[in-house]
C-alpha cells in the first residue's frame, strides 16, 4: 500500500487546458516543496491565497494563486499546498516535475483522499461518496453521493453500532457472572433488543435496490423487427442522433449504446440490430445474437412494435419471448394511420411516435417506474454502494441468529459472538476495521490527484 510518510503531489484539475488547473502538495514537506518553486521569501500565510510567481528551474514560468493550509485542517489533515496556475497541461507538469525534485513523489490514484481517511477526515463511506461525487453522471447521483459525503449514512450506522455496543457490554457483564445467568439482561429482552436493532439495518437495506440504481444506473434494451423505428426511438430518448436511422430494414447491426439520464438515474440505452426469423447474411445473424444478449443482461426490455403496419411472426415471437421479463411495450409510428389496436390488453402497448415525439414523456416515466419498485424516486436514498448493501446484509443475518440464539437460551457465548461479528461488519463499512487489500481497491478506483 501506499507509503503515508512521504510529501506527494499530482494535477487535481481534469487533464487537458481549462482556464485554471490546480496541482495538490500533501505531507510534511509540502511547504518546503512549495518554497522552491514559489517566488516569495516571505513564508506563505495560512488559508490566504497569495498571488505569486511560479519559477521552475530559475525562470519564471507562471502566474498562480497559492494557498497553504496547516495541518489538521486541511483536506488531508496534513500540510497541504495547492497552487492554482493556468489550465496548461505544459505548466501543470513543470511544476509537478519541480515538486518532485524539491522532495515530493507522484501521488498515487486516489491518495489524497485515502490519507484524508488515514487521518480521520472523513471515513471509509465519505471517502467513497467523494468518488462517487466526482463521478456523477446525473443530478440525482450527485445528491445522494454529497448526502454521504455529509455523514448521513454513517450517522445512522455509528447509532446501530452504538446500540450494539451498548447490549454486548450488558451481555458480557452477564458471562462474567455465570452463576447468575441472563443478569443484567433477561433472554426474552435479550432477543427483542436484538432485533429492534436489526430492523433499523434492514430500513437501511430496504432502500438499497433503488439506491444501487442511482449509482450504477440500469440497462434498457431496445428490441424489435427491423425498420420498427427502435434507433429513431434510442435518438429521441438520448437527445441525440447517435444511431443510423434510414427506412432499409437492418440498419442497425451492431450495438449502440449511451448513458442517458432518465428523472435522475444513469441508464444505458442500448439499440440493437432488427430480430427476424430469417437473417439474411452473417453480420445480420451476428447482429441479432448480440441483441438477444443485450436482451439477457438488461434490467428492461422495450420492445417496439410497428403501429403502422400489422403485426407478423417476429412480433409475435419477440411477444412471447419476453412475456415473463420486465418489459415496456411500445406501439410507436402513432404518427401513422394504425394497422391495429394498441390498446388491445393482450398487448398492452403504449402509443408513441419516434418522430413527432408523442408520448415520450410519458414513455421516460415508465422506464423510471418499472426500474425503480418505489414511485418515491426523489427521495436521496441512504445506502447506493454495493460494498454497503453487502456488509449491511451480512451484519443482518448476524443479528438474526444472535436473536434466534438468545431465543433458543443458547448459552450467552454464542450470542455475544453474533453481535460482536455484525459489529465488525459494521466498522468495516465505516473502515473502522477495513482490511489492507479492500482498502486498496477502493482507492485504486479513484483518479490520481483526488
Ligand atoms: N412516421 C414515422 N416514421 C418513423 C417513426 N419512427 C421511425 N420511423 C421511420 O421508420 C424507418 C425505420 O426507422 P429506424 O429507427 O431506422 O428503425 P430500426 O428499428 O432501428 O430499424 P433497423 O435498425 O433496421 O432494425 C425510418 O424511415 C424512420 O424515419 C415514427 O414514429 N413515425
Ligand atoms: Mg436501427
Given at each position: 500500500m501506499f507509503s503515508p510518510s512521504d510529501t506527494i503531489v499530482a494535477i487535481a484539475t481534469p487533464a487537458g487546458r481549462g482556464g485554471i488547473g490546480v496541482v495538490r502538495i500533501s505531507g510534511a514537506l509540502a511547504r518546503e516543496v512549495a518554497a522552491a518553486i514559489v517566488d516569495r521569501r516571505e513564508p506563505l500565510e495560512p488559508r490566504h491565497a497569495t498571488l505569486t510567481q511560479v519559477r521552475v528551474d530559475a525562470a519564471a514560468i507562471d502566474r498562480a494563486v497559492v494557498t497553504f493550509f496547516p495541518a489538521p485542517?486541511?483536506?488531508?489533515?496534513?500540510?497541504?499546498?495547492?497552487?492554482?496556475?493556468?489550465?496548461?497541461?505544459?505548466?501543470?507538469?513543470?511544476?509537478?516535475?519541480?515538486?518532485?525534485?524539491?522532495?515530493?513523489?507522484?501521488?498515487?490514484?486516489?491518495?489524497?483522499?485515502?490519507?484524508?481517511?488515514?487521518h480521520g477526515r472523513m471515513d471509509l463511506v465519505q471517502a467513497e461518496a467523494v468518488r462517487d461525487l466526482v463521478d456523477a453522471v446525473t443530478p440525482l447521483q450527485a445528491r445522494a453521493?454529497?448526502?454521504?459525503?455529509?455523514?448521513?449514512?454513517t450517522a445512522r450506522i455509528r447509532e446501530i453500532d452504538t446500540a450494539l455496543f451498548e447490549l454486548s457490554a450488558r451481555l458480557e457483564a452477564s458471562l462474567d457472572f455465570p452463576e447468575e445467568g441472563y443478569h443484567f439482561i433477561a433472554p426474552g429482552s435479550a432477543a427483542t433488543e436484538i432485533l429492534a436493532i436489526c430492523r433499523q439495518i434492514e430500513l437501511l437495506l430496504a432502500d438499497a435496490q433503488r439506491g444501487r440504481l442511482v449509482r450504477e444506473g440500469a440497462q434498457v434494451a431496445i428490441l424489435g423487427r427491423p425498420?420498427?423505428?427502435?434507433?429513431?426511438?434510442?435518438?429521441?430518448?438520448?437527445?441525440?442522433?447517435?444511431?443510423?436511422?434510414?427506412?432499409?430494414?437492418?440498419?442497425?447491426?451492431?450495438?449502440?449504446?449511451?448513458?442517458?439520464?432518465?428523472?435522475?438515474?444513469?441508464?444505458?440505452?442500448?439499440?440493437?440490430?432488427?430480430?427476424?426469423?430469417?437473417?439474411?447474411?452473417?453480420?445480420?445473424?451476428?447482429?441479432?445474437?448480440?441483441?438477444r444478449a443485450a436482451e439477457e443482461i438488461a434490467d428492461l426490455a422495450v420492445v417496439v412494435l410497428d403501429l403502422s403496419r400489422p403485426l407478423n411472426a417476429d412480433d409475435e415471437t419477440l411477444l412471447a419471448s419476453t412475456k415473463s421479463r420486465r418489459r415496456l411495450v411500445i406501439a410507436n409510428k402513432c404518427d401513422l394511420p394504425s394497422a391495429w389496436r394498441a390498446d388491445d390488453p393482450r398487448i398492452g402497448a403504449r402509443r408513441v411516435s419516434a418522430m413527432s415525439g408523442e408520448g415520450i414523456d410519458d414513455l421516460r416515466r415508465s422506464i423510471a417506474t418499472e426500474l425503480s419498485a418505489s414511485e418515491r424516486l426523489h427521495d436521496t436514498p441512504a445506502v447506493t454502494n454495493a460494498r454497503h448493501v453487502d456488509l449491511l446484509s451480512k451484519a443482518g443475518a448476524a443479528l438474526q441468529r444472535a436473536a434466534q440464539a438468545a431465543m433458543d437460551r443458547t448459552a450467552e457465548e454464542f450470542v455475544a459472538a453474533d453481535l460482536s461479528e455484525a459489529r465488525a461488519l459494521l466498522e468495516e463499512v465505516t473502515g473502522v476495521r477495513t482490511a489492507d487489500d479492500v482498502l486498496e481497491e477502493i482507492f485504486s478506483r479513484f483518479c490520481i490527484g483526488k
Open positions: 485542517h486541511s483536506y488531508t489533515g496534513e500540510d497541504v499546498v495547492e497552487i492554482s496556475a493556468h489550465g496548461s497541461p505544459v505548466v501543470l507538469r513543470a511544476i509537478v516535475e519541480s515538486s518532485m525534485r524539491a522532495g515530493a513523489r507522484l501521488a498515487e490514484p486516489g491518495e489524497f483522499t485515502f490519507r484524508a481517511y488515514l453521493a454529497f448526502d454521504q459525503l455529509e455523514g448521513t449514512l425498420n420498427a423505428g427502435k434507433s429513431s426511438l434510442f435518438n429521441r430518448l438520448a437527445g441525440s442522433g447517435r444511431a443510423i436511422v434510414t427506412d432499409i430494414p437492418g440498419t442497425t447491426r451492431d450495438l449502440v449504446t449511451e448513458v442517458i439520464d432518465v428523472e435522475g438515474m444513469a441508464i444505458t440505452m442500448v439499440d440493437t440490430a432488427g430480430l427476424h426469423g430469417a437473417p439474411l447474411d452473417v453480420v445480420e445473424r451476428e447482429g441479432i445474437s448480440r441483441a
